[in-house]
């Protein structure tokens, strides 16, 4: 396939691609509930300023000029939030660099703050200055010149709070849509923790050895990575070493990496080229991962003779996908088209994950030296002591034996099992980040719409309370309105994360979509912040002395 040169390394750009434009959606969703935000700020904002607006219409200024100076207004404060961005945005850049969205040691991603991105910064924050300015901008100058100076109207009518309303259900609802994504990926993070691999991952070290790189000749395997194995093994904290072509977890995905096609007598196969997943071993690769056999026996080095017979070792799936519920040791199958049953099955092994997602697939295990005719192996270890200490130790054991042969990805097994994580781990900090961001600004705009209302329905409340309402009523009155208020930005927030969350069901695990555990909490957690949030302005507006409301009309 030919593509452009200017696309750079498009393989990488096509698989990543989706990541970022799920995180260019995350960031524009919070954009848009800052917007709304401020825009329900600068409709209260206009409400205090109405006697200024007044004067100034009475004086000869038009409406086009206030709406003016009030875009001009809204302008600077996005402009000077624009710049504010900016002078984050080279540590935004390297913190969101060290999450690391795309793996780790692949290839480095550079984030210049060039003339593009100043420039797309420069129009966005224009862009949201002037449309979210320009209705609060329109509404605080839309004044009956008679009313405002006869004491101005201070109920709150229904069609007048209808856009500022709106802005909080936006709030809400948005709010709502973050926080179902992070609730899912966190407990997604949680599930793929708890996992059962099928053998014991703890205190489990993996390194690399590979001796048919270089200008040297290739090591002869057989000769070379007993004793190897056994200098490790003798290591002080070290319980028991093996070695394999293959680490025990090659993949997120269970299925992934396949070994090759399988052939067994009597099996029809449901697709063409139907194949399993194998794993060249040493004879201890069982009892270092600790994981059981349940009928027959282990290798032993007769199995790693030349011209001996060849054998294998199968899981539980295998054994149930292939022959039932009949015993399995005993009997033959073959590796690739041959359609040759040379192969005896010599032991059935416990199920254990080739990957952390996804079903257990068919697995088999063979003596390493078998089919493999180059120098490479996996080393595992088993450790009871310090974790430095043994990786320490196995380096001066390997330079000691050969220092040329290099030692590479060291890591623990549940490090590795943690790298594949690194999509879900990214999303999961970004959401968490920018959910509690959202949840924050909601808090705030409900209470400014709140504090908004309180002001313009002084002399409604005064009123009431002057006619006999009670400062409970009246508090119950204020909450009562704001929670109706946060519950509608609830029920629509609901319909659109149950859409939205369709777009990270490629990385959940364990819990569906639309989880009802993680709708019902977040729902919870925001009705609850509401409540706060509100409570300060229905408190004030309890507190409200009639008199001075009566005067004030």
Not at 64 to 72: G, N
Not at 380 to 389: H, L, N, Q
Not at 522 to 544: E, G
Request: glycine share 10%; aromatic share 8%; charged share 20%.
């Amino acid at each position: 396939r030919a593509v452009p040169g200017s696309r750079g390394l498009y393989e990488t750009r096509r698989q990543h691609e989706p990541t970022l434009i799920l995180i260019m959606g995350i960031v524009a969703l919070v954009l848009l509930i800052a917007c709304a935000n401020v825009a329900n700020l600068l409709l209260a904002r206009g409400i205090a300023r109405r006697r200024e607006f007044a004067v100034r219409l009475a004086l000869g200024a038009s409406r086009a000029r206030l709406v003016r100076q009030l875009l001009a207004e809204s302008v600077l404060l996005a402009s000077l939030g624009g710049f504010a961005g900016l002078m984050l945005a080279w540590w935004g850049a390297q913190a969101l660099l060290a999450l690391r969205p795309f793996g780790s040691g692949l290839f480095e991603i550079d984030t210049p703050l060039d003339w593009r991105v100043l420039g797309f910064t420069s129009a966005v924050a224009l862009a949201t200055g002037i449309v979210f300015g320009l209705a609060p901008a329109l509404r605080a100058t839309r004044l009956n010149l008679t009313e405002e100076f006869q004491g101005g109207a201070r109920s709150l009518g229904g069609s007048r709070s209808t856009l500022a309303h709106s802005m909080m259900v936006v709030q809400v609802a948005l709010s709502l849509v973050l926080l179902v994504g992070a609730g899912l990926l966190v407990r997604t993070l949680r599930n793929l923790h708890r996992v059962d691999v099928g053998f014991n991952r703890e205190r489990l070290l993996l390194f690399e050895i590979d001796g048919a790189g270089g200008r040297r000749p290739p090591l002869d395997p057989i000769a070379t990575l007993d004793p190897i194995r056994e200098r490790i093994a003798s290591l002080p904290g070290v319980r028991s070493a093996t070695y394999a072509f293959d680490v025990p977890v090659r993949s997120s995905r269970s299925g992934e990496g396949m070994g090759g096609v399988v052939y067994v007598p009597g099996y029809l196969p449901t697709k063409l080229n139907e194949g399993v997943g194998r794993n060249d071993v040493d004879p201890s690769y069982l009892a270092t991962l600790e994981l059981p056999l349940l009928r027959g026996r282990n290798f032993d080095r007769h199995d790693y003779r030349e011209g001996a017979p060849e054998v294998t070792i199968v899981n539980q799936v295998f054994a149930k996908k292939y022959f039932g519920s009949e015993d399995v040791v005993g009997r033959r199958i073959g590796w690739g088209l041959t359609k040759e049953a040379s192969v005896e099955i010599v032991g059935l092994m416990r199920d254990a994950r080739s990957g952390v997602k996804g079903e257990v697939a068919p697995f088999a295990l063979s003596p390493y030296t078998r089919s493999l005719k180059v120098f490479f192996a996996h080393f595992i270890v088993r450790y009871s002591g310090s974790e430095a200490a043994v990786i320490a130790g196995v380096r001066a054991a390997m330079r000691k034996f050969d220092p040329n042969l290099p030692v590479t990805s060291v890591r623990t097994q549940v490090e590795q099992i943690d790298h594949f994580f690194a999509r879900e781990r990214f999303f999961a900090t970004l959401c968490s980040f920018f959910g509690a961001l959202a949840l924050l600004l909601a808090a705030v705009g409900l209470y400014g719409l709140i504090s908004y209302q309180v002001l313009r329905r002084t002399g409604e409340i005064g009123v009431r309370m002057a006619l006999g309402a009670m400062p409970a009523q009246v508090l119950r009155m204020i909450l009562r309105e704001s929670l109706t208020l946060v519950g509608v930005g609830i029920v629509v927030g609901l319909g659109a994360a149950g859409a939205a969350t369709r777009l990270i069901e490629s990385l959940l695990f364990g819990l569906s979509p639309l989880d009802p555990m993680t709708y019902g909490g977040v729902a919870l957690l925001l009705v609850a912040v509401a409540f706060v949030a509100a409570l300060l302005p229905a408190r004030r507006a309890a507190k409200v002395d009639p008199m001075v409301a009566l005067r004030a009309e």
